[in-house]
Every structure is written in structure tokens, then in C-alpha cells.
């Protein structure tokens, strides 16, 4: 069996849907189990509504959510059997009673509690599959609504829930094999599941695709589809080069950098599941879906391509903290990170000299704190708007002479922070905010001009993938 992932562009209204069934029908003798993320803007929306209720703005909460409804009921209407229509109006009419009820408890105290919060977001992904079901069934496949939540077994970290595996995977595995027999198209939700109590929870923004692995890895699935609204993973984001091309085939470290680092096609956590239970991952287009897409796999063949991809990342913040007490002396840096994890923070890339530590952070909910603590250690000083740029590839690690070929290429650029990581597939360092794009083209225009259409497909035609 398979499982097949669409992301909210691939189910934001009744023509992206219909091309979704489409897609699911030319794979029906693979078994797919489907799932779904929130129409687009849809999680977005509902988050909204809850922001206004607990500013007090019950009236623009209700038109949101008024908007949000028209557009599920219009586009059920559109997809649903005839038969069907009343039915599914009322469920997801139900849907919506819940969200305004959790409007109201908003409205009511002015907070939004993490619990509270995923009461109303998790319900763009409720709505999505129920209507996405339906469609199916319209068109004469057996579409089988599951709801995720009682096997989807997490803690109770509300916005961020961590999926409890020993629980989650056998039931995952169970669940969807009955969902599956006898023809069934089993029609799921990402980003959300529940606690042990049965308290709905989310697994954090853009989780679907994590969830999706989850179920890949504890069903045993053949392989892992990812439907998006681009080609695949480019060689950078064509916003900024617009020769970037798509990397036909990606090892799952290679893969995994990448998101990590920056690039949006894939949630950072996704390929982990995955990995273990080394299932290819594919990264397809819902509009082009005769495109091959990229394949995420355990090795990549050889290629001759020393950088696969660069990614980036906006907004990352610089820690810097001096300190004449780190010489010579042991202890200070267990000190220094025990105040980023007593900040439940994590630090992206650290470097440190004699007498200094600098360290990236794209979190700064708890800067302030962060630093009143690390006062104590040293002096502190703080870099906003930094940009971290990221070259990855298998090659790196063998060809000598690519670090100067990075830095020659972007030498009127100002660099911080460099980091060849102990993985060695990747080249990381910082330049502020303002330089990124300058850099990123040129970084492109050194390693990827000379590679032509030609690599990819000879790094395609080596695939071990069908
Ligand atoms: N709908 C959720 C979000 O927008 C999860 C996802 O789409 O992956 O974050
Ligand atoms: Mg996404």
C-alpha cells in the first residue's frame, strides 16, 4: 500500500479536489490511504477567528468564520452524491458548532490556551477529509472517512503535541488495514491527533506532512506521496533564481538538511518516520501531475553535482556571548546551552573561538529571558535579521577546494559563522538579512550553471526507486 499526501493548495476548492480524486484513481491498484491537510488559508483563517475573539472582536471572529463555512459548504455542494448532500451538510455544520463554541470560551476569558487553540485549528483538517470522502464516493470509488485522532495517540504539548509511537503505530497499523479491505479508500486528516483522555491536539504548523510519514512508517507502506504546488525540490527557490531546477533524486540526509534549513516543501520532521523504515518519499505536483517529481531516498546515485541545493532561512537571530572565564576552563559550555533548554529553545548552529560562543535561533519567543540569563555567563550581544544560507550535498564531503569556491563566489558579501557540519553534507553560514538574495544567486550561478538537465537525468536513470 501507499500513502498519498495533499497539501491545502492540492484541496483548496472543488477543481484542486477533483484533480486530487483524479490522482488517487491512477493509483488505486496500490492501495492509497489519503491524507488530507486543511483547505488552503483554512488553518490560517481559523486561527484568526480566535485571535479576534480574544480581542474581543466576537463580530469580525463570526464573519471570518462565516467566510470559512461558505467556502466548505459551497465547495461540498459542488463535489458531494446527490444523495449525500443533506448529510454532509449537517456534519460539517457540526464541525462548525464546535469551533464557534470554542470562539466563545475564547471570547469569554480574552486567552487562547494551547488547548484551546487546537479545538478550533485542528478542525480545517476534520473539514477537509469529510468533503474530500464524499468526493470520492461521487465518483464511484469507495472513499472512507477515518478520523486520526483515537489512533494519533500524543501528549498533551497542545500547538506542538509529540506523537507517543508505542501507542500510535500499532493502532495506525490496525486502523488503516480495516479501513483498507474490501477496496476501501481510507481519507484521513494530518497535523492533528489526540491525548490519552481523547483531548484533540495539533502537531504543530505544516505537520501534515510529518503525520503523513507516521502513518507511512506504521502501516509499512511501499512508499510516501507528498502532493504539492511545485515540481518537486528545486536546486534553490526560483524566486530568486529563476533558472533553479528541480533535483530529480535526493538522498533522505540530503533531504532532510534541507528542510531543516530552510526549504518549504517539507516539513523539517517529515522524513524521520520515513527514514527508519526506509520508505521512499516522493515530492509530486496535484497540478502537473504527469511530472516525476523528486524522489527522496536512503542513497542518492553518484552524481557529479558537488552542491544539490541551497536553502535559506529569513529572520534568524545571533547570539553572541564573551566571556574571559571560558579559558582554559571546562563546564561553560553545558552552563551556557542548560539556559537555552531551561527556555525549551533550540539553537540552530554554534561557533565558538577561545573566549566567545555565537549561536542562530529562528525561535525568539524567549529571547528576552535568554539573554538576562546568559548575562550571567558573559557579555551578551544580539544580531537580528541575520539570514542563514545552506549548500547541501553527498559530494561535499569528498571534494576538496568547495569552500573556496563558496566563499570566492560571494566575497564582497560579509559571512559569520561558518559550519561544515559533522555530517559533512552541508555548508552553512550566516549573512545578514540584507544579503541573502545577492548571495544565494550568486551561490547558484557558481555551482549549478555548468549542470545541465543532462545530470539530472543521469542521476534519474541510476534511480533504485520504481
Ligand atoms: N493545516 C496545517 C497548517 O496549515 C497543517 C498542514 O497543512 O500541514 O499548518
Ligand atoms: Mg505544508
Request: some cysteine; charged content about 20%; aromatic content about 6%.
Amino acid at each position: 500500500m501507499i500513502v498519498m499526501k495533499f497539501g491545502g493548495t492540492s484541496v483548496e476548492d472543488a477543481i484542486a479536489i477533483r484533480r486530487l480524486v483524479s490522482i488517487v484513481r491512477s493509483q488505486l491498484h496500490r492501495r492509497p490511504v489519503v491524507v488530507v491537510s486543511a483547505m488552503g488559508r483554512t488553518t490560517n483563517g481559523l486561527l484568526e477567528c480566535s485571535r479576534m475573539a480574544a480581542g474581543g472582536d466576537t463580530l469580525s471572529a463570526q464573519n471570518r468564520l462565516d467566510e470559512i463555512a461558505a467556502h466548505h459548504f459551497k465547495t461540498a455542494g459542488q463535489l458531494a452524491p446527490p444523495e449525500e448532500i443533506e448529510s454532509l451538510r449537517e456534519a460539517l455544520g457540526r464541525r462548525f458548532i464546535a469551533v464557534r463554541a470554542a470562539l466563545e470560551e475564547i471570547g469569554q476569558t480574552g486567552r487562547i490556551t494551547p488547548r484551546l487553540s487546537d479545538a478550533v485549528s485542528s478542525n480545517g483538517e476534520l473539514l477537509s477529509s469529510v468533503i474530500v470522502a464524499a468526493a470520492f464516493r461521487a465518483e464511484g470509488l469507495k472513499g472512507v472517512w477515518v478520523d486520526v485522532r483515537p489512533m494519533m495517540r500524543t501528549n498533551d504539548d497542545f500547538t506542538r503535541a509529540a506523537v507517543q509511537f508505542e501507542i500510535a503505530n500499532p493502532e495506525l497499523k490496525e486502523g488503516f488495514n480495516a479501513a483498507l479491505a474490501d477496496g476501501g479508500v481510507p481519507v484521513t486528516q494530518g497535523f492533528i491527533g489526540s491525548t490519552a483522555d481523547g483531548v484533540t491536539t495539533t502537531i504543530g504548523r505544516g505537520g501534515s506532512d510529518y503525520s503523513t510519514s507516521i502513518i507511512g512508517a506504521a502501516t509499512g507502506a511501499d512508499e510516501i506521496q507528498i502532493w504539492t504546488d511545485v515540481d518537486g525540490i528545486m536546486t534553490t527557490d526560483p524566486r530568486i533564481a529563476p533558472e533553479a531546477a528541480k533535483v530529480k533524486i535526493i538522498s533522505f540526509a540530503e533531504a532532510s538538511e534541507l528542510a531543516y534549513f530552510g526549504a518549504k516543501v517539507l516539513h523539517p520532521s517529515t522524513l524521520l518516520p520515513a527514514m527508519v523504515r526506509d520508505i521512499p518519499v516522493r515530492v509530486l505536483n496535484s497540478r502537473r501531475p504527469e511530472v516525476e517529481g523528486t524522489a527522496i531516498v536512503r542513497q542518492s546515485p553518484p552524481s557529479r553535482a558537488v552542491v544539490k541545493a541551497i536553502a535559506f532561512k529569513r529572520g534568524i537571530t545571533v547570539i553572541n556571548v564573551t566571556s574571559d572565564r571560558m579559558l582554559m576552563a571546562h563546564g561553560f559550555l553545558s552552563r551556557l546551552f542548560a539556559v537555552f533548554d531551561m527556555h525549551e529553545t533550540s539553537i540552530d548552529m554554534v561557533a565558538t573561538s577561545e573566549v566567545s560562543v555565537s549561536m542562530t535561533l529562528d525561535d525568539t519567543r524567549h529571547l528576552d529571558a535568554i539573554v538576562a540569563d546568559l548575562r550571567g555567563l558573559g557579555e551578551v550581544s544580539v544580531e537580528r535579521d541575520a539570514a542563514l544560507i545552506c549548500l547541501v550535498g553527498e559530494n561535499l564531503k569528498f571534494t576538496p577546494g568547495v569552500a573556496s569556491r563558496i566563499f570566492s563566489s560571494i566575497e564582497e558579501i560579509n559571512v559569520s559563522m561558518i559550519s561544515h557540519g559533522a555530517s559533512a553534507i552541508n555548508v552553512s553560514f550566516i549573512v545578514d538579512g540584507g544579503s541573502v538574495e545577492r548571495a544565494v544567486k550568486s551561490l547558484h550561478c557558481e555551482f549549478f550553471s555548468e549542470l545541465d538537465e543532462e545530470t539530472f537525468e543521469a542521476a534519474a536513470l541510476a534511480q533504485t526507486v520504481a
